[in-house]
């Protein structure tokens, strides 16, 4: 038999309403209110051994000192996974679960759940993180939520296939996978369903849904191009041949610059692109296609620009998730303005 | 990537085939490129065509980083 552990605020955990809100961590053996039911759904591959019970509000404004408690409390307790509310619409019940899965997870490496309404703020902040079951609005949602929770668990638990985030129940996290699809049907033959279905004015779901937008400030015009520092970024995979810096071809989760101050083209046999989603014979021939330095330096040359700068920055972005592109977007921008680079072309593939 | 690289204040444009894709991500400055594999310069032309173009659009990009724009913008090439 599996083990699991649930955490429960103070009114959850049955201590009492928001005057105790307050309430610090404790660990109880056994089950406290919603644990009934949710060992009750995980019988037959798992019992709820222990319950965890802590204020919201101590979890708010102590947030370090509850989760050290708490991970404290856990320490030498064997247990497979771990649950936390269901939440509903409570904004700091749902943080308080978002934040110890979070750090239950770090610490343990054991899956975690929770569930929240799609109201609840907890949602946006840890949906990335870890499964989030769709919850009801309120505690009269307490069974179907419990049930959800527990039917994944258990599907964890006995290595059951996992299907995607939609069909599960859970917010997606923005992870990708690779399934086989029964029967087979290939993309083009999707895509042309897509499109004759657009054509005839019927519903169709892509199958690449592209979130929405959310703009920055436009960067003011550079006011003299003459005296500016310009350097090259790209998603296109362009790095020098071996690729020193072990960048991946998909899924990329590095970034490499390379110092380009002494030359003027990116030449066959120095330069290549290591990008997985395109066909490399152009760029692996002329770098520059991709990289145009040899434009740039023409440029410099006849003072349209000041300099190009010493390095030309570049990773994958095929697979790529948006979190990890902002990441070494703010990691290259960083060193871009440590360096005084006034203006970039970024160029995509 | 550009988003974040313009958020931290410094002027960018991006050279990309899919400008649609480009504007939904947020990118403000935007130049289009002729392909996915070679952006800018197709393999099966001569080298001097090549040259003209990717000289051309890196040409309309910094021309776009001096230009002063109120809302997204896609600048446009001749080649």
């Known amino acids: ?349 | 990537m550009t988003k974040e690289i313009e958020k931290a204040g410094i002027t960018i444009v991006q050279m990309a085939n899919l400008i649609p894709i480009a504007k939904t991500v947020g990118a403000n400055r935007m130049v289009p490129t002729i392909s996915i594999p070679y952006p800018l310069g197709d393999p099966s032309t001569p080298k001097e065509e090549q040259w003209k173009l990717r000289h051309h659009r890196v040409g309309v990009a910094l021309d776009a980083l001096a230009t002063e724009i109120e809302e997204q913008t896609v600048f446009k090439v001749k080649i």
């Not at chain 1, 103070?10 to 406290?32: K, M, N, S």
């Not at chain 1, 996978?177 to 895509?191: F, K």
Request: glycine share 10%; with cysteine.
């Open chain 1, 1 to 349: 038999m599996k083990k699991a552990i649930l955490y429960l605020n103070q009114f959850f955990g049955q201590i009492g309403g928001e005057e105790l809100a307050d309430h610090a961590p404790e660990i109880r053996e056994g089950l406290v209110g919603p644990a009934l039911e949710l060992s009750k759904q995980l019988s037959g591959v798992a019992e709820v051994t222990h319950t965890i019970i802590c204020g919201d509000n101590f979890m708010g404004s102590n947030q370090e000192e509850a989760i050290k408690t708490i991970l404290g409390f856990l320490e030498g307790k064997e247990f497979d996974i771990f649950f936390a509310g269901p939440a509903f619409r409570a904004g700091r019940y749902g943080s308080a679960c978002g934040n110890i899965c979070k750090a239950v997870k770090e610490k343990f490496n054991v899956p975690v759940i929770t569930s929240m309404n799609d109201e609840n703020p907890g949602v946006e902040m840890f949906k990335k993180e870890m499964y989030i079951f769709e919850g009801g609005a309120s505690a009269a949602a307490m069974r179907k939520d419990v049930m959800a929770m527990a039917q994944f668990g258990k599907k964890i638990l006995t290595g059951e296939e996992l299907l995607s985030a939609k069909e599960e129940g859970y917010y997606p996290r923005g992870e990708r996978h690779q399934i086989w699809l029964n029967p087979p049907v290939s993309a083009s033959d999707r895509g042309v369903d897509m499109l004759i279905k657009k054509l005839k004015g019927e519903a169709y779901t892509t199958e690449l849904p592209i979130p929405k937008s959310d703009l920055v400030p436009i960067a003011p015009a550079i006011k003299d191009l003459s005296k500016a520092t310009v350097a090259i970024a790209t998603s296109g995979g362009i790095v020098p041949v071996g690729n020193p810096d072990r960048i991946q071809s998909a899924s990329a989760t590095k970034w490499g610059k390379y110092d380009v101050s002494e030359i003027d083209d990116l030449v066959k046999g120095e330069f290549m692109t290591i990008h997985a989603g395109f066909d490399p014979a152009a760029a692996n021939a002329d770098s520059d296609v991709i990289v145009p330095l040899d434009a740039l330096r023409a440029y410099e040359k006849a003072g349209k620009i000041g300099k190009v700068h010493q390095y030309f920055y570049s990773t994958v972005g095929t697979g790529t998730t948006q979190g990890e592109a902002a990441r070494m977007g703010r990691e290259i921008a960083a060193e871009l303005l440590a360096d005084g680079v006034d203006a970039v072309i970024l160029t995509s593939t």
